[in-house]
DNA sequence: CATGAATGAGCCTTCATTCAT
DNA sequence: AATGAATGAAGGCTCATTCAT
């Protein structure tokens, strides 16, 4: 006899997480109700529980879930370093990163609960603090090799993270108008015409 | 049954927008309690009733109040035209609003509320179009005078102000570790010495 | 010089106990608020407590003020008992008194509270038995008179008041459309030639 | 932190029903509280949640449940016309159906809230228009077989009908001394004796 | 594995009432 | 004579959570 495949064996798990995800970058952590997610996941409340302890619980679960997700193309690219190429491409695929839909969600949720959940922001600080320890001597590397010219590495991360940032949420979240139509290829473009040039070292 | 303390006749509206914006701020508007608001202003939750209709039209109140603080500032420094002298000035006060407590709480506030709540991002959008308007014929003027190369000024703001939003969200709203201790002046300088630079004119 | 007849003094007290039984009439007792009613009186909801104690005063006060405005009416046709012919006029007063707004407005109270408010039900019973003790008698006489048959004289007030009750009831309060279109006068016709007759001896 | 009575699974649905009308009733609309009645049925204020999406749906249900019970009655009457007989019968049944307690608690209800809830007027309108579909033909019958005067078929209702509400409501629902003692054979009797031969056809 | 039924806690909101002015 | 400011008490409703089935 044949194994019996069966239609996709639903992951509950996985669509709640999933649920969850979209619901509480939705609408927050509070008025995200677990009845909602539920519907949204095609179960009942009560059946959360049986995969979470509790809406917290199933809240940081969801995010943790996408948290740090960047992290290994930052170590793909700065473990073969080939210099300010490396860089260039650092900056295109952070900008598509936190562009797609899953990753603006998260940001989403970051942004709001954060600053007033630890755990929150120790995933932050956690994904911030592996890509800052490969960055950081991937600079030094370059200001040795005097391919830039001496700063402060946290000083070069915002230069060059900053503007990605402001686009994705001035553009993005916030959907302010007269940003609107800003490509992400401009963005790259400009911090690679622009602010790298000023990193350069005088010649 | 409504006794009630007298004596000094204190803007009591004043004091309730005033710990409103901090709750908000602080916990973000569903787990702000009207009682505990009420509690932080001096008086009771009944009272938030009699100086505004709902929980919502406070929300909205305590951020307008704060919302656009800025936009005379930037008005000032763009119309005593001094060239990159006022850019760096504004950039200057630029960093140490945002870095003021009550701009950290709008901050926070329109980072987690604006993206689901149309009135906070109206009031933000409404705030940054208005320094644009400001902005652009000024960098626009930059460009004509050859201080500054030709861009889209979209994103030349992009590149000033991403430094910016990025310091205060990291090092002030995350709290991350790695980014405590960064002055704002370094910031600044950062900015003058890097970005600008790279904004000028190839020589 | 002339006497000062200024602007019509305004009667606060009866514009106050005006506007309540209107309310009270259309809201009932818990739905009508203070507020309401002093605004509908041109006034703030604190001087309705310089007029009365508090809100079932008002109440009561304002009930008592109509309640029992038909007694005299019964006492001038009964004492001047002209038999049938004070009967008759008795019924068409009756079915155009129900049919006048204010007593409406208390007839609506009363269906409405006199269940739940001893006080209510009383004055409604007070008025009741005042116009039963002038009727009964009345009733008796014509019954000695041999112009009707005996009857328990409660009775044949259900009989004559019945109708009446329900005309107002099912065509004005509960407005019932296939109700809608009978005429006081028909009613009245109605009782004065078919329930008059059968209250007659049988010849 | 919910733990729950369990056993005989009760009709909890019928229960909360149950005590609804009777404190709907009892103290209106709005005086009755969610807290009471869930009590009286033996569940927490949060369980009609669970039954009924809010006070007012749970009101609307428990009025619609008993308006309207008395029209299979008439239309059996009706329909097996034996004249006279039927009417008879039909004044019989009526004034029991209406001295039973839950048709008094209804009553109590429509006269109370009909004259300003439309819900609560339409299904009294349906109800009375149901009788009157039935009831009109009846009497156009009896009318042509020369058994009643020719009267206006809502003029006979309200002749027969009115005695009845008129005794419901004084001396069941507003409890006047006066009216005490009257029994429901008595008020039938007067009817058959005294209105309906009136609306018999003069010899 | 999942649900239906139910609960306790808490929140927003309303409202009658007070009282200094 | 009347009001503005404020309150205490309560009410409707929501929601996370539980548990027997």
């Known amino acids: 006899m044949a194994p019996r495949p069966k239609n996709p064996p639903p992951d509950r798990r996985a669509e709640i997480l999933d649920a969850a995800l979209r619901l509480f970058a939705a609408k927050g952590f509070e008025a995200a109700t677990n009845a909602e997610i539920a519907r949204a996941a095609g179960v ?16 940081r679960a969801a995010v943790r879930e996408h948290v740090g997700t960047f992290v290994p193309t930052v170590a793909d690219l700065t473990r073969a370093d080939r210099g300010l190429e490396s860089l260039r491409e650092l900056l295109r695929r952070a900008m598509d990163f936190f562009t797609d839909g ?61 503007p990605i940032m402001s686009a994705v ?10 940003m609107q139509g800003i490509e992400n290829d401009a963005v790259v473009d400009a911090l690679l015409e622009i602010t790298l040039p000023g990193l350069m070292p005088n010649r």
Chains 1, 2, 3, 4 share one sequence.
């Open 44 to 59: 009942t409340a009560a059946a959360l529980y049986y995969y979470f302890p509790n809406k917290e619980e199933l809240f």
């Open 169 to 178: 949420v001035l553009r993005d979240l916030l959907q302010i108008p007269f």
């Open 102 to 162: 899953k990753s603006q969600m998260v940001l989403k949720i970051v942004l709001a609960e954060g600053p007033r959940r630890p755990e929150i922001r120790q995933a932050w600080i956690d994904q911030t603090a592996a890509i800052l320890e490969m960055l950081t001597p991937f600079i030094m590397h370059a200001i040795a090799a005097g391919q830039i010219r001496p700063v402060d590495p946290r000083l070069a991360f915002m230069l060059l993270q900053g």
